[in-house]
């Protein structure tokens, strides 16, 4: 089974600066997805970026990045100029592939980082 | 954009009680998933349907039931409530069920078990 790690209970970063978030993730498998979902106190779970495990480049979405290392098993989330409405819980999450062709593989997610801006 | 529907928002039951979830998922999404967030947790995966059928099966106690429809829309069956049941009950739906497609989340049902 796959486990996903969030070793940062809670993060405070100041309005404009830049944080990361970290991940670590367990798994067997070497084609899988990882997501990073925030979810402000409204508890939307709202998708913020995805990263296929086959793909090399790290992905970005406007001011969030991240730094993913394949062999390491990490999945990190940079979020720069950070903003009040940034402020949330950040989950990351796994997800296998093996039913790419077809199927319904649920998330794993990690136990989650409440991110805290000071204006 | 038409968004994923979770009916009802607020449930409240007693100990014992039975009570059904209904998702009704983003128009053409024919995957849908469930997932039970308690207080302060992460959320949990229960099931998943694709094209009708159960496609993954997570956490999801014996006492739960789930389905879907000829529709899409899905039901989540909870008997023999429990005070550990009360959490935020997450669908999420998506197109064809493909690992890369984002799951969609509706705005979760809160149930409290008295």
């Known amino acids: 089974a796959q486990t996903v790690t969030q070793s940062q209970p809670e993060m405070s970063v100041q309005e404009a600066e830049t944080v990361t978030l970290s991940c670590t993730y367990d798994?067997?498998?070497?084609?899988?997805?990882l997501f990073w979902y925030k979810q402000p106190p409204s508890r939307q779970m709202i998708l913020v970026i995805r990263q296929e495990a086959y793909k090399q480049q790290n992905a970005t979405e406007n001011r969030f990045s991240v730094n993913f290392q394949k062999a390491a098993k990490s999945f990190s989330l940079k979020i720069s100029d950070s903003q009040l409405g940034d402020a949330a819980m950040y989950f990351c999450a796994y997800r296998s592939a093996r039913n790419s062709g077809g199927g319904a593989d649920g998330l794993t997610f990690g136990k989650g980082t409440h991110l805290i801006i000071q204006p | 954009a038409a968004g994923v529907i979770q009916s009802p928002r607020h449930l409240i039951k007693e100990k014992r009680e039975t009570a059904t979830l209904k998702c009704y998922p983003i128009p053409r999404h024919d995957t849908v998933y469930w997932y039970q967030q308690g207080p302060g947790q992460d959320p949990q995966f229960l099931i998943s349907?694709?094209?009708?059928?159960?496609?993954d099966k997570g956490s999801i106690p014996d006492r739960f039931s789930a389905q879907q429809f000829s529709d899409y829309h899905s039901e989540l069956n909870m008997s023999s409530l429990e005070l550990g049941d009360s959490a935020l009950y997450f669908c999420a739906s998506s197109p064809r069920g493909l690992a890369e497609n984002e799951q969609f989340f509706g705005p979760g049902t809160r149930l409290t078990v008295l």
């Open positions: 349907f694709y094209e009708k059928m159960q496609s």
């Open positions: 798994t067997s498998e070497s084609d899988y997805y």
